[in-house]
């Protein structure tokens, strides 16, 4: 099925399946690491980014441990451990 006839069946929201949705999801999830590790960050040389995680997950879902690559293509990766953090609260 075409990116255009799964649309097209998500839109019809009466004969729409669970199938369709979670199919739609997985071609988002890959998009989404296309652009991030293949457009992206071609473009933006020298720009760090969030590259993995680890740890246990505190009540807002964040993880205890973030990874960060420091530009597309090295071979560096710098791990940040939750000390105290604090949020705005909104």
């Excluded at 199938?19 to 071609?27: C, L, M």
């Excluded at 993880?63 to 990766?77: F, I, K, L, N, W």
């Amino acid at each position: 099925m075409t990116n255009e006839e799964l649309i097209s069946k998500l839109t019809d929201y009466k004969n729409r399946t669970e199938a369709d949705i979670i199919e739609a999801a997985k071609r988002i999830e890959m998009m989404n690491k296309f652009l991030r590790h293949n457009v992206f960050a071609e473009k933006h040389f020298g720009v760090f980014f969030i590259c993995g995680h680890g740890g246990k997950m505190d009540q807002n879902d964040m993880p205890e441990e973030v990874h960060v690559c420091p530009a597309y293509g090295s071979d560096v990766v710098y791990r940040y451990k939750r000390g105290d953090a604090s949020s705005p609260g909104w």
